[in-house]
């Protein structure tokens, strides 16, 4: 089974670079299936990652940035694929 790890995360007015880059040196103590990292306005980014795991195994997620960095919590979801339904 395939399960995504989602983190979201809104940097500070005018350090979304700088969140950015932070996300990029980041490293997990295992490496995932896939991962990518996207970005949108207000200084938002979000990472993806794929793991071939169950939905509820324990899987490494990047941390929480510093909080002056961020403007609140990272967001945090787990999602599984499920079958389109289309013939």
């Known amino acids: ?10 940097a500070a007015e005018g350090r979304g670079a700088e969140l950015l880059a932070w996300v990029r040196e980041q490293r997990l103590p295992e490496e995932p299936l896939r991962r990518e990292t996207f970005r949108a306005p207000q200084d938002r980014v979000l990472v993806i990652t794929w793991w071939d795991a169950s939905y ?14 961020v403007t609140r919590a990272v967001h945090r979801w787990r999602f599984e694929p499920v079958a389109d339904g289309r013939s």
């Not at 089974?1 to 809104?10: C, D, S």
């Not at 324990?58 to 909080?67: F, N, Q, S």
């Open 56 to 69: 509820d195994a324990e899987l490494p997620e990047l941390p929480e940035p510093d909080g002056e960095l």
């Open 1 to 10: 089974m395939t399960v995504a790890l989602m983190w979201e995360a809104r």
